[in-house]
């Protein structure tokens, strides 16, 4: 089993709608947990991350972690064009981050 | 430098060669982190160092594949007898020491093709 599954998408929004993004993890001892974006041809970017249940907002980006269901979402409120990329989600454990294959984001003019 | 320079960006080599992938790190990073990334996937571990010593390398896939990096700053990454599926984008991050669980950031990558 991965440590880290994703819907590969791809996922398709319109421009200004909310874009969610998921992701579940294994290790239910896992603590800290990253969503990155990736656009074609570079490397990923860190968007933000998370280590509390509960929500951790982020000007448009809202992080969400479920520990007890091994769950953890992004939403990208008012999606703009420019957000079409992969999100990567992956969580953190000792000196290593454990990624998932990330979810293709289409943001539709 | 301002950030994690990673060079070549491109190289391609035939099965059998060996080649080296070098990493400049953020200028007093003592952590530096390499990284492989297939087509589709997600990145993956390779190694991590702390200083001159590589703290671990568990992610090493097999003995082809060797790290260095002798004064605790530039790292080079070597494969050698390199095989196609080495081919993919080779990814370097660093970080201030022990603060790794907040995230870091990556170098550009070197694209790895073996023809």
């Known amino acids: 089993q991965k440590e880290v599954e994703q819907n590969s998408g791809p996922l398709s929004v319109p421009e200004g709608a909310i874009a969610s993004l998921n992701c579940t993890y294994s290790d239910r001892g896992s603590q800290s947990f990253f969503w990155y974006r990736q656009y074609s041809g570079k490397s990923p970017e860190l968007i933000m991350f998370?280590?509390?249940?509960g929500d951790k907002e982020d000007g448009r980006f809202t992080a969400q972690l479920n520990k007890a269901s091994q769950y953890v979402s992004l939403l990208i409120r008012d999606s703009q064009p420019s957000d079409s990329a992969t999100y990567l989600c992956a969580l953190h454990r000792g000196n290593q981050f454990y990624f998932g294959t990330g979810t293709s984001l289409t943001v539709i003019p | 430098g301002a950030g994690v320079s990673q060079t070549p960006s491109n190289k391609v080599t035939e099965k059998g060669k060996y080649v080296e992938l070098r990493c400049d790190p953020i200028s007093g990073h003592t952590a530096l982190y390499w990284y492989r990334q297939s087509l589709g996937q997600g990145p993956e571990f390779l190694i991590y160092?702390?200083?001159?010593?590589?703290?671990?390398d568990s992610g090493l896939p097999n003995d082809r594949f060797f790290a260095v990096r002798p004064e605790g700053s530039v790292s080079t990454l070597k494969i050698q007898r390199t095989e196609r599926g080495d081919s993919a984008v080779y990814l370097c991050?660093?970080?201030?020491?022990?603060?790794?669980?907040?995230?870091?950031?990556f170098g550009s990558g070197t694209r790895l093709t073996v023809v």
């Open positions: 991050a660093s970080s201030p020491r022990g603060e790794s669980n907040y995230g870091y950031t």
């Open positions: 998370i280590y509390s249940n």
């Open positions: 160092f702390q200083g001159t010593g590589a703290a671990d």
